[in-house]
């Protein structure tokens, strides 16, 4: 097992720990390349900025049967104006 | 200049249209008409559009007709009564409504409101990424539904799918520098 992580399996590590999908082995890692690593630090920091917002607006999505639904009137409403 | 295309309403502005909806109106049934009056009432006047706002601009103007009108309705099928409301109670002679008002400077209101426009924001720069990119990501995030899930809808490994979601974040991220932050 290697202690010592690229930047770009941290970038992976730092996306996993936002949704909570991260063993704790790589969680140390991950704090770890932190530590030593300015760069991945900063993408973590705006990563975790960009969870926080998220969190905090609450985007609402339509769900898909409502989206199903108005499709399915739209494409009858413009049947219906080409057929007039 | 812009043009309009109805087939892709749906798809693009649904999610930006309910978010704008649903904190004025406070409720998913009533925002789902609206949204769904003002996707036909597009189509109905689709000649009126002139392409010099862009296409959800314009059908933005058009939900904000849609919600006013929907207030009117409802005052005037029980408004009247509340309006008028005054009380007299021993020495103490008043307006109800005007008392209870909510106030205009609301800060609970205005950080709604606020949080709503961010969230608006975060809805156009979602709209902007790659298709699948954009919908791996929403499901994910968003709806919060299992890796695994995800994966087998997709039929992709899961070092793909965090593939995609970096990639989707470092989008967002750009994006809301841009258009937010600043």
Same mark, same amino acid.
Do not use: P, R, V, W
């Given at each position: 097992m290697k202690l010592f992580l690229k930047c770009r399996e941290a970038a992976c590590l730092c996306d996993k720990y936002q949704y909570k999908e991260i063993s704790i082995s790589d969680k140390l890692k991950l704090k770890l390349h932190l530590l030593l690593c300015k760069l991945c630090n900063k993408y973590a920091k705006k990563n975790q900025k960009l969870t926080n917002t998220l969190k905090a607006v609450e985007i609402k999505t339509l769900n898909p049967d409502s989206k199903l639904q108005l499709k399915e009137k739209l494409q009858k409403e413009l049947a219906d104006k080409l057929n007039t | 200049m812009e043009v309009l295309n109805p087939s892709k309403w749906v798809d693009n502005y649904a999610d930006y249209l309910y978010n704008y909806t649903i904190v004025r109106v406070n409720d998913a049934v009533i925002a789902q008409d609206l949204i769904s009056e003002t996707f036909l009432a597009g189509l109905r006047s %689709?000649?009126?559009? %002139?392409? @010099? +706002?862009?296409e959800r601009t314009w059908l933005i103007s058009i939900l904000k007709r849609k919600i006013i009108d929907y207030y009117r309705k409802k005052n005037s099928n029980k408004g009247r009564a509340e309006v008028l409301v005054s009380y007299k109670s021993g020495d103490i002679e008043g307006n109800w409504l005007e008392e209870n +008002? +909510?106030?205009?400077?609301d800060r609970t209101a205005e950080d709604r409101m606020e949080n709503n426009e961010l969230g608006l924001a975060i809805i156009k720069c979602l709209n902007k990424l790659p298709v699948k990119q954009g919908e791996i990501f929403k499901k994910k995030?968003? @709806?919060?539904?299992?890796t695994d899930v995800l994966c087998k809808e997709y039929n992709i490994t899961p070092s793909n799918l965090w593939v995609i979601i970096h990639r989707a974040r470092k989008n967002l991220m750009e994006c809301l520098e841009k258009n937010w932050y600043n």
């Open positions: - | %689709k000649h009126n559009f %002139k392409g @010099e +706002a862009s +008002a +909510a106030d205009l400077f995030t968003i @709806e919060n539904q299992d």
